[in-house]
């Protein structure tokens, strides 16, 4: 059954603001999530991730887990991290056994399951089953380990850009990267990039997000947090600016 907005309110605050997460603390707000049940997410870079506050933990405490997923535009994975930090399981969800009651009639019974066994045994069925694996198998994408890497293909790796090296090797970015990564070769980057650290940079670290420190001086976020943590200074909204 889709929760309805009304009975669970995003909490009114503005970008930029700040909310008291679950299970974080006190966390910036991002933006809003879009989805059925408009949500404020944490200021970070990468993927959304709404805040556990208000009305939202009182759905995951109170509702199915699909219906939670679905309202709040969220993974089953998600919805289950928060379950099991508020220690919510099937015997204590409402909507839960709700659900459990709605499902009850198509609940697959052990007579049925040993009828569809012996009709998936029969030779019908299995000539069909190794039929559609035979076609899947033809159509599917080679996997990546089956790329026949050679000493030459090899030696080119790290010594340009992993999309430039793809391009002319004729694999993707991303199988370079694997068996870059594989062979223990840096990246090209990582071997051609020397970051000139001024103290004004280093006087900066700290007072805004690794992530938009690195977008605006043109260097990796890693790049940033490890000088930081080499300078003892906490990232920002925990002991910082």
């Known amino acids: 059954m ?20 679950e299970l974080l603390g006190s966390v910036q707000v991002g933006g809003y999530h879009s989805a059925p049940i408009s949500w404020p997410y944490r200021r970070r870079t990468g993927a959304h991730s709404l805040i ?10 109170r509702e ?6 679905e309202a709040f535009g969220v993974s089953g994975t998600v919805v289950a991290s ?3 930090a508020l220690g919510v399981d099937r015997q204590n969800n409402a909507g839960t056994q709700r659900l459990y009651r709605e499902l009850a009639p198509q609940k697959l ?24 694996i035979a076609q899947g198998m033809s159509t ?40 870059r990564r594989l062979l223990g070769i840096p990246s090209y980057a990582a071997s051609h990039t020397t970051i000139r650290w001024t103290p004004e940079m280093d006087a900066r670290l700290g007072t805004a997000f690794d992530g938009d420190l690195a977008v605006e001086w043109g260097v990796s976020r890693p790049a940033v947090a490890l000088r930081r943590h080499a300078l003892g200074i906490p990232s920002f909204g925990r002991g910082g600016s």
Not at 52 to 61: I, N
Not at 64 to 69: F, I, N, Y
Not at 115 to 123: D, I, S, T, V
């Open 2 to 21: 889709p929760l309805a907005p009304l009975n669970y309110p995003a909490p009114r605050v503005t970008v930029g603001g700040w909310l008291d997460d």
């Open 52 to 61: 556990l506050c208000g009305s939202l933990v009182r759905a995951v405490r």
């Open 64 to 69: 199915s887990a699909k219906d939670v997923a």
């Open 82 to 84: 928060w379950r099991r």
């Open 109 to 132: 019974t052990l007579e049925r399951a040993a009828r569809g066994r012996e009709a998936a045994m029969q030779p019908e069925a299995l000539a069909r089953a190794r039929e559609t």
């Open 140 to 179: 599917r994408a080679p996997h990546p380990m089956t790329i026949s890497w050679t000493p030459e293909m090899d030696a080119q790796l790290g010594t340009m850009p992993d999309a430039q090296a793809a391009e002319a090797l004729g694999v993707s970015a991303t199988k370079i990267k694997v068996r």
